[in-house]
DNA sequence: CGTTTGTACAACCATTTGGTTGTATACAAG
DNA sequence: CTTGTATACAACCAAATGGTTGTACAAACG
C-alpha cells in the first residue's frame, strides 16, 4: 500500500515540528489509540487548556491529527497515514545511504523495489 | 538488529527538532551520500558560513550527524543509526495504532514478538 | 430562561530560533 | 614568518514558540 502524496518542504517542516515536542507526541499517542475531546486532553497535563488547545492547533496544521465536532467538543483524532509519510521520508533518507554508492537509475528501476 | 538505546524526551525533541528545517534535511541527505567539510556545505547555501556551521552545530547535538577534524577543516558525516532510531520512534506509533484495540499484555508476553 | 461546560481567540510575555557581522584562533602554504 | 583559509564563537536582532490570562460564544443542562 503506497500513501505518499509527495510533500511540500514547509509541510515536512510543520510535521517534524510537531513532533518536536513531548507533550504532542503523547496527544498524538493518545489520540491514535482512542479520539479525545480537546478537555479531556487538557486535564492530563499540567499546563492551561489554551496551551493544549494550541499544541492540538499545532498538529492539526502539520496533518498529525484531525478534529471534528460531536456536540460542543471537539474531538481529536491521530491520523496514522500522516505519521506514515513521516516515517517514509526517514526511510527514504535511509534507502539513500544504503545505495550510496549505486547507482540510483538500476533502483529505480528494480520491479522488486516496492512498499 | 537492534539499535535501539532508548531515547529521552529531550533528545526526541532534538531529533525532530533539527529535522524540521530545509536546509538542516539537505544537509543530512548530502552527508549521508558523502562526508563533507562546513565550508564546502556553506557553498551550497544561500546564507552565511556562521549560519550553516550553527545548523551543523544543531544536527550535532541531536546526533544526527557526527564531526571529526581533518587538517583545518571539520568533516561532517550523517549518522544513519540516529536516523533509523528516529524512524524508530515513529514505527513504535504506528504499531500503537495498528494495536489499538488487543491487549499490550499478549503482545508483550509473546516469545515471537521481537526484532 | 439562566448557568455551566467546552471551545475559540486575542493580547501579552519570556525564551528560543535562525539569521547576521565581527573577532579570534588553528592550520596550511609560500 | 607571513599570509590565506577553515573554523569557532560572541553579540546582536527579528521572528517564532510555548506558555499565560481574559473575553466571547455556543451547546447542554436544570
Redesign the interface.
Known amino acids: 500500500m503506497v500513501v505518499q502524496t509527495d510533500l511540500s518542504?514547509a509541510e515536512?517542516?510543520?510535521?517534524?515540528?510537531a513532533?518536536?515536542?513531548?507533550t504532542r507526541?503523547d496527544i498524538?499517542?493518545r489520540t491514535?489509540?482512542?479520539e479525545a475531546s480537546v478537555s479531556e486532553l487538557a486535564a492530563d497535563y499540567d499546563m492551561s487548556f489554551a496551551a493544549v488547545q494550541k499544541h492540538v492547533a499545532v498538529l492539526k496544521e502539520a496533518g498529525l491529527v484531525v478534529k471534528h465536532p460531536r456536540g460542543r467538543q471537539r474531538i481529536v483524532r491521530?491520523d496514522?497515514d500522516q505519521?506514515?509519510r513521516?516515517?517514509h521520508l526517514?526511510?527514504r533518507?535511509?534507502e539513500?545511504?544504503r545505495d550510496?554508492f549505486g547507482q540510483l537509475d538500476d533502483v529505480l528501476a528494480d520491479p522488486t523495489t516496492q512498499e
Request: charged letters at 40%; aromatic letters at 6%.
Open positions: 518542504d515536512v517542516d510543520r510535521i517534524f515540528r513532533l518536536a515536542d513531548r507526541r498524538v499517542r491514535l489509540l482512542r491521530a496514522p505519521i506514515a513521516a516515517r526517514l526511510v533518507l535511509e539513500l545511504w550510496r
